[in-house]
Structure formats: C-alpha cells, structure tokens
Nanobody, 124 residues
Framework: QVQLVESGGGLVQAGGSLRLSCAAS????????MGWFRQAPGKEREFVAA????????YYADSVKGRFTISRDSAKNTVYLQMNSLKPEDTAVYYC?????????????????WGQGTQVTVSS
C-alpha cells in the first residue's frame, strides 16, 4: 500500500510561483509512474503532468506546458510540481497520484493511489 501526502499549496498572485510536493510512504515507489491532476470547482478532474518512474520521461497538459515542471527524487520518495507564471485559471485542488506501472499516462483511471489534495488559489 502506498500513501501520498501533498503539500505546498496556497494563495498566490497571478504571475507568481508555487512548488507542490508529494511524499510517498508505505513502501518504496520505485517502478511507479507518478502524476499530478487538478480539479476546479464544478469541473471534472483533469490531467496536469506525469513522469516515468525513471524520471527520464515527462508529459504535460497543453494548458501548463512551458510553465509547470514535474520532477521526482526517488531517494526521498517525493514528487514535485514546480508551477511558474500562475494564472487564475490554475486555481484548483491539486492531487498527486501513483500508478503501479512505470508510466501512468494522462488518464486518472490508470492510477492506483491518490493523495488528499492541496488547494492552489491564484488571484488576479
């Protein structure tokens, strides 16, 4: 079993930056693909970014490409999401997810474990 705990959310002005962290516990997440998703009020959960277990492959939603960076530190069992040039439309609850495959992809149903989420609010 894997437990995921996100942190780093908060309130930031448009154009600002935040770094989200996702700490995994319960077992090593070596070999697990990791991803970030988000859900805004009244909207469905959407894919944000994913990273292969080896860290050498990443994939981003078009809406965040060039602004967000996903990375992982396997020694710390932690995945990060660096968010720059934030926009009000980035406001959402951000979820970390782990897949029992080397790469989880963009579909939420491919992921087996989820964190509780962290709120990101971007003011205009």
């Amino acid at each position: 079993q894997v437990q995921l705990v996100e942190s780093g959310g908060g309130l930031v002005q448009a154009g600002g930056s935040l770094r989200l962290s996702c700490a995994a516990s319960g077992r090593t997440f070596s070999g697990y693909g990791m991803g970030w998703f988000r859900q805004a009020p009244g909207k469905e959960r959407e894919f944000v970014a994913a990273i292969r277990w080896s860290g050498d492959t990443t994939y981003y939603a078009d809406s965040v490409k060039g602004r967000f960076t996903i990375s992982r530190d396997s020694a710390k069992n932690t995945v990060y999401l660096q968010m720059n040039s934030l926009k009000p439309e980035d406001t959402a609850v951000y979820y970390c997810a782990a897949a029992r495959t080397p790469y989880g992809g963009t579909r939420s149903y491919s992921y087996n474990y989820w964190g509780q989420g962290t709120q990101v609010t971007v003011s205009s």
